[in-house]
């Protein structure tokens, strides 16, 4: 069947998005209905123009969640890269660096495997078609259809449209895709979770969702400068504690390839904070310097991960529908890991859908079993006892760190908890913020010489990221007075420095007038401007499908 013929398509289950939650639970549901001798059609669309595109992590796995979905000739072929053999911790000031004698707690990784999660999703996609799973790949969904105030399915983008909006010779109308179970698997801040979570308030009792930042580079680096199997976590530089919270990663792989980054949270107060510089001002660092000269770039990208914890987590499903992966917000931290909790989740789900298919009940009270197989879960096993980790850590990593101390006797308990913000809000007005600037902080460090430091227009090429540039803006200015008045005026455009892909840019006049050019052709997906803009200024709206980056080993 081709999704571009026909105006409305039926399935049995339909999965919007092509990442570990989605293809997980694709291939579990197809189990789960084999051996109850059930026959139930299962659609999985994802937006990249084929599985992986879109798909961007460290990323250092916990593979036992595929034992347990996979068959063991399956789990054998999937392709890790290799196993965790030395893995350190560093703190690093601004020319030096100190080993930590142990680990952080939840930050063990021996016995973990290193490898690309895009080659992985295409992997499991293999698994999934071979049990009967339909894939349909480069198709953008951007709206949630209802009937009776309920989820029904969704439906693909209109595509041919300019500017405007206006049909053109090309136009094509999206298809509809009407589904007794539909599954949101989008990854971090995905917009049908998002419209779906507004909607009818599923996230009412939880605490506010709150991001980092992740920019990343794959590279190739002479050989014998790093053993595969070896992870650093770096701390301190570039960052400031109490100021910014994360850290860097560089995880040693097969062939001399070096995957690196460095992860910031959202919630920094600086207007003109800027990861993707920060970490080119990072990669001078001597230790790091010494790994990357001589090497060169494969590729680098962008996304966002939540951080909120079990505290954000939003009520998971409704009538006909279900919330999984990163859109749920299911990752650890202090571990940063979500890889394996959110192929849990896929799993959960699967087996609430197969439940609800053969119960012929789709509706809510049946759909709530899956939050029941969430909490018998490794999910809360994993997020509950560090549920307010974040929070404390906006102390700083003494105070924080005692009071994290504190929760690890009390499986998550402590007082004088401080309460968590939307990213948006956090962020300082120029007036108002009282540090040092971006820029005076990492004067001498911001002149990127292509080799080693790269400005964003190289990493958006590094990235192969595309967009047909005549179809409508997919970033949307929701108050464009406001937005002028305060985002520009008052923020100094803060979106220009968040942004790792360089899509919004501050134009001064020779009078002196300040306005915005908007380079949507630039966009990572990484959402961070729909999460940090101040005053909730930019709403991100899918772009067609196959736009956006072309990760190959991401």
């Not at 460290?58 to 979905?69: R, S, W």
């Not at 979500?338 to 012929?360: E, F, P, Q, R």
């Not at 595309?466 to 008045?485: A, C, G, K, R, T």
Request: charge should be negative.
């Amino acid at each position: 069947m081709s999704m571009e013929s026909v105006d409305t398509v039926s399935t049995d289950v339909l999965i919007i998005g092509g990442g570990p939650s989605g293809l997980s639970a694709a291939i579990r549901l197809a189990d789960k209905l084999k051996e109850k001798g059930v026959s139930k059609n299962i659609m999985l669309i994802e937006k990249g123009e084929e599985i992986g595109s879109h798909i961007l992590s460290g990323a250092v796995i916990k593979t036992d969640v595929f034992k347990e979905l996979l068959t063991p000739d399956e789990f054998n072929e999937v392709p890790f890269d290799c196993e965790v053999k030395i893995d350190k911790t560093v703190k690093l000031s601004e020319n030096g660096e100190t080993t930590l004698p142990f680990h952080p707690p939840y930050m063990n990784n021996m016995g973990n495997q290193i490898a690309s999660l895009g080659k992985i999703c295409k992997f499991l996609a293999t698994c999934a078609t071979n049990r009967g799973v339909e894939i349909y790949s480069g198709f953008a969904v951007d709206e949630l259809l209802y009937e009776n105030g309920k989820v029904v399915g969704a439906k693909t983008k209109d595509t041919g449209v300019d500017h405007e909006g206006k049909p053109q010779k090309n136009f094509q109308k999206g298809t509809s895709v009407k589904a007794a179970v539909t599954i949101l698997a989008e990854g971090t801040r995905g917009s049908l979770a998002k419209q779906l979570i507004s909607k009818f308030d599923l996230d009412a009792t939880s605490n506010p969702q709150i991001y980092s930042l992740g920019v990343k580079e794959s590279w190739r680096v002479p050989e014998g400068r790093i053993e595969p199997g070896t992870v650093y976590h770096t701390m301190g530089y570039p960052l400031v504690d109490g100021q910014e919270f994360g850290g860097g990663f560089i995880y040693g792989m097969e062939n001399n390839r070096v995957g690196l980054g460095l992860v910031v949270g959202l919630d920094y107060e600086d207007p003109s904070f800027n990861i993707h510089a920060a970490m080119q001002a990072w990669k001078q660092h001597p230790k790091i310097r010494a790994l990357l000269e001589g090497g060169s770039v494969i590729e680098a990208g962008a996304k966002t991960l939540p951080e909120g914890g079990w505290n954000s987590i939003p009520k998971l499903y409704d009538d006909n529908v279900m919330i999984v992966g990163d859109s749920a917000g299911f990752v650890a931290m202090p571990a940063l890991k979500g890889i394996h909790l959110a192929a849990t989740s896929g799993m959960c789900a699967a087996d609430t859908a197969a439940l609800a298919l053969v119960k012929g009940d789709t509706s809510a009270s049946t759909l709530a079993r899956y939050k029941e197989l969430v909490d018998a879960s490794r999910i809360k096993k994993e997020l509950y006892p560090v549920r307010n980790f974040r929070a404390v850590m906006q102390n700083g990593m003494i105070l924080g760190g005692l009071k994290f101390g504190i929760q690890l006797l009390t499986r998550g308990f402590c007082l004088l908890t401080p309460d968590t913000h939307s990213d948006a809000s956090e962020t300082k007005k120029v007036k108002e913020f009282g540090g040092i600037p971006f820029k005076e902080r990492f004067a001498g460090k911001l002149d990127f010489d292509k080799k080693l430091t790269f400005d964003k227009v190289t990493t958006v090429f590094q990235s192969r990221t595309m967009h047909d540039e005549h179809q409508p803006i997919h970033l949307v200015i929701n108050n464009p007075e406001q937005f002028q008045s305060s985002n520009i005026e008052e923020y100094g455009l803060s979106e220009e420095a968040m942004c790792p892909a360089e899509v919004y840019e501050l134009h001064i006049d020779k009078q002196g007038n300040k306005t915005l050019r908007l380079h949507a052709e630039n966009c990572l997906h990484c959402k961070t401007c729909d999460i940090k803009s101040p005053n909730g200024g930019i709403t991100w709206t899918t772009p067609y499908g196959e736009d956006g980056p072309e990760y190959r080993e991401m």
